[in-house]
């Protein structure tokens, strides 16, 4: 298992609305690459998190997850920066 993790107070996403403490960490299965878990603390986490939810449930790996095109500025365009 690798975990990804990281504050992420420092990003875009978190200084546009003033959030002070935010981070993440990801759960990547070694050999299949495949996403099983996320945690997150942060801006739209909510929403996030449903992005992962899902990848986790259709069995998509992290390069999978990096290839997609999110909308910027969004929460969800950090998304290829925490797998």
Do not use: C
Not at 37 to 48: F, N, V
């Amino acid at each position: 298992m690798t975990v990804n993790h990281g504050d992420t107070s420092g990003w875009y996403s978190s200084r546009r609305v003033g959030m002070k403490y935010s981070g993440y960490k990801v759960l990547v299965e070694e050999g299949s690459n495949r996403i099983v878990g996320a945690h997150l603390l942060g801006p739209h986490a909510e929403e996030t998190i449903n992005l992962f939810a899902m990848a986790i449930r259709l069995g998509l790996t992290a390069d999978q997850l990096k290839e997609i095109r999110y909308t910027y500025p969004s929460s969800s365009d950090d998304i290829s920066y925490m797998v």
